[in-house]
């Protein structure tokens, strides 16, 4: 299954900010299904017509009961020194 929303926020430094989201849920072999989304984000009031702000990919995975995983990608325009890429990977264990 698969969701699309569209929301409207303010930036950390006061820029009108688009979001676009598209977001589902994955199939597991082994534990409960797992979810899957991209967000992408435009400044509504800039000059140009798509003002590309920020890309977000995640993937969260149940593999088990008691052990889940989740990978985030951030992908930047590299303005106010931010980092272009950024991954992330992390795991919970739970007894």
């Given at each position: 299954m ?21 977001s ?27 003002d590309?702000?920020?890309?977000l ?21 590299g ?17």
């Open positions: 698969m969701s699309m929303t569209t929301s409207r926020a303010f930036g950390r430094v006061g820029v009108g900010l688009d979001l676009q989201n598209l589902g849920t994955t199939t597991s072999c082994c534990g409960a299904p797992g979810t899957w989304s991209v967000a992408t984000y435009f400044a509504y009031s800039s000059a140009e017509l798509f590309w702000g920020m890309t990919f995640k993937l969260d995975m149940r593999l088990t009961d008691e052990f889940s995983a989740s990978t985030k990608i951030a992908i930047c325009p303005t106010f020194t931010e980092p272009t890429l950024e991954l992330t990977f992390s795991w919970t264990a739970r007894w």
